[in-house]
């Protein structure tokens, strides 16, 4: 199987900057895209930014996608998750995701994910 562990999430200040990482072990032979979910209290787990292995290119929600970088090191098996200008509304747990599929990366076709790590943002 796959695993997916993330690092680098913390507490900031508005206006701050945090690098996520995620490393992949396991059958990692599986794995075609590659993101980042989130989810805050009381509130469904939502997409953040994706990597594309098919179309070799990088997707974003609306709300992140002048402020957050994805990028992929495939021969270290690794995303990460450059964010920059964080606003309080970015606190969520961001959880890893991957699938092993020939289709875009969404909630409804990831086949592992990471365990999370906290972001919180303060003003």
């Known amino acids: 199987q796959v695993q997916l562990v993330e690092s680098g999430g913390g507490s900031v200040q508005a206006g701050g900057s945090l690098r996520l990482s995620c490393v992949a072990s396991g059958r990692t032979f599986s794995i075609y895209d590659m993101g980042w979910f989130r989810q805050a209290p009381g509130k469904e787990r939502e997409f953040v930014a994706s990597?594309?292995?098919?179309?070799?290119?990088?997707y974003y929600a609306d709300s992140v996608k002048d402020r957050f970088t994805i990028s992929r090191d495939n021969a270290k098996n690794t995303v990460y998750l450059q964010m920059i200008s964080l606003k309080p509304e970015d606190t969520a747990v961001y959880y890893c995701?991957?699938?092993?599929?020939?289709?875009?990366?969404?909630?409804?076709?990831?086949?592992?994910w990471g365990q999370g790590t906290q972001v919180t943002v303060s003003s």
């Open positions: 990597h594309s292995y098919a179309e070799a290119s990088t």
């Open positions: 995701a991957a699938n092993g599929k020939w289709r875009r990366l969404s909630l409804g076709n990831v086949d592992y």
